[in-house]
């Protein structure tokens, strides 16, 4: 299988916004009608938002996810957006594509601290995606994802 | 109706970025497996994400649409997300109910020249939400949104 089997969507799997006060930032998006994921905690807030997540995630923990160094003027990651396959080879392979179409890899396929493995490339603006595989995220046909509850 | 009746969800009707170069975006995207959208133009680029639509807007025109100043350092806007809503009293009672939550007010509801009405809310951290109430979108009763074909 080669880079471009895999692409964008259908989907986007994440919104994550690098936030300075996550406690702030939760009680801000509830007091606006969102609910919290159960799996949500003092480290990073999940909220479904029809078979999307939009996460809030400190920014430091988002820019050193990312790969970028926290408090660096130019790279540091305030927001990324996700896509979440169903390999960890797709992983790489996604990565591999946006790098084929001029892309800029942030961070090599590796294992974060929550399990499954990551790496995030750059668009032609320096916004972030992030290319995951987790095993507490489920992926319907349609793209959409949910996290999974805690087993 | 007051403006607690009115919030976000149940899915992010936009996500779209500020781009430098909307030609050299727009076929990053293609080459990552998008479709634009029919009525993507010179202006404005639209992939349907699953009912959701990710856009590529000139940086300086979102920044000007989100009310803040192209150019200027703290607040240029290079990223937003938006919440549609079904009327147009709806834009006004989203944005109040933004500031009750401590949100700040970017832009007051007014007329875009594409239609409708739209204003803008900073989240604690300054990120922009557009609320927008936008005849060429279609909103499902499940929150997912489509570009409406041209008439």
Chains 1, 2 share one sequence.
Do not use: C
């Amino acid at each position: 299988m080669n880079s471009e089997s895999i692409g964008l969507g259908p989907a986007i799997s994440f919104i994550t916004l690098g936030v300075t006060d996550l406690a702030k930032s939760r009680i801000f998006y509830e007091s606006m009608g969102l609910e919290a994921h159960p799996r949500s905690n003092s480290y990073v807030v999940f909220f479904d938002v029809g078979g999307q997540v939009f996460a809030l995630f400190p920014r430091e923990s988002l820019a050193e996810d990312a790969g970028s160094v926290p408090g660096s003027t130019e790279t540091t990651i305030t927001m990324s957006l996700a896509q979440n396959v169903a390999s960890e080879a797709d992983v790489g392979r996604l990565l591999q594509r946006a790098v084929n179409a001029g892309g800029t890899l942030l961070r090599e396929p590796s294992a974060p601290p929550w399990g499954g493995i990551r790496g995030y490339f750059a668009d032609p603006d320096g916004f972030a995606w992030e290319v995951a595989w987790n095993p507490g995220v489920a992926i319907g046909a349609d793209g959409r994802v949910a996290i999974r509850n805690e087993t």
